[in-house]
């Protein structure tokens, strides 16, 4: 098992950056495919980008490719969501989730049933 803890949320004014981390407890980070996603209020909870067990292997919804980047230090059991040019439609709950049995990036990546362990979530809030 592992578990997840995002911070690094907070307000931000349009055009401005934020880095979300997510530190992972447990064993064998390395083995997890980690996932961003993210929850607008009356929306669903929506993909957002994933990583590889290795790092090198990266993957972004449309919306948030050029602005975000997704990166993981196995070293330090964390992984990490660089937020740049936030726009208002930005705002949302940021979750971070793993799984162990993802390939990537096979279209389950983006599913938010297909990952197992799910942190608690942390707001991003984005003002005009």
């Known amino acids: 098992q592992v578990q997840l803890v995002e911070s690094g949320g907070g307000l931000v004014q349009a055009g401005g950056s934020l880095r979300l981390s997510c530190a992972a407890s447990?064993?064998?980070?390395?083995?997890?495919?980690m996932g961003w996603f993210r929850q607008a209020p009356g929306k669903e909870r929506e993909f957002v980008s994933a990583?590889?067990?290795?790092?090198?292997?990266?993957y972004y919804t449309d919306s948030v490719k050029g602005r975000f980047t997704v990166s993981r230090d196995n070293a330090r059991n964390t992984v990490y969501l660089q937020m740049n040019s936030l726009q208002p439609e930005d705002t949302a709950v940021y979750y971070c989730?793993?799984?162990?049995?993802?390939?990537?990036?096979?279209?389950?990546?983006?599913?938010?049933?297909?990952?197992?362990?799910w942190g608690q979530g942390t707001q991003v809030t984005v003002s005009s």
């Open positions: 989730a793993a799984d162990s049995t993802i390939t990537p990036w096979a279209a389950g990546s983006r599913a938010a049933g297909s990952y197992d362990y």
């Open positions: 447990g064993r064998s980070f390395s083995a997890y495919v």
């Open positions: 990583i590889s067990r290795s790092g090198v292997g990266t």
